[in-house]
């Protein structure tokens, strides 16, 4: 699903840039528009964040709600099954923790190897 955001509110732009960063696209490219004021544009399928209760989505929210809305909007208007956005995004983080945990069992390893060595040499030295 291809998302672009439009919001009046700086912070929450940014933060559904930060959200959504693997799903942006132009405004021209999208499968859906995310706006925090709901203005009616036939033009584009539009999601709305706010606080009243005719928003998609109301403040405040947790990445999870808004992938899960998302996508919850995004199959109730074309009927159709998409690949969800939210799969996409836990993948993408289980894969980086899983880097991010390699790279420390490795420092460990090398840790431990070194002491292990300077234990040796101290007691051949003797």
Known sequence: ????????????????ELFLEGNLS??????ILIRDKNIDDDQYPT???GSDESSDLLKPFSKA???HALNQKFESKHDV????????????D???SFEILERHI???T???????LKAIRAFYEK
Do not use: G, H, T, W
């Not at 099954?81 to 993408?92: A, G, K, L």
């Open 26 to 31: 132009s405004l021209r490219q999208c499968d």
């Open 65 to 67: 709600q808004l992938l």
């Open 110 to 116: 090398r840790e431990y190897q070194s002491n292990i």
């Open 106 to 108: 490795d420092k460990l």
């Open 1 to 16: 699903m291809k998302v672009a955001i439009q919001c009046d509110s700086p912070l929450l732009q940014r933060s559904l």
């Open 81 to 92: 099954s998409f690949p969800s956005i939210e799969e996409r995004v836990s993948s993408n």
């Open 94 to 96: 289980e894969k980086i």
């Open 47 to 49: 999601f709305v964040i």
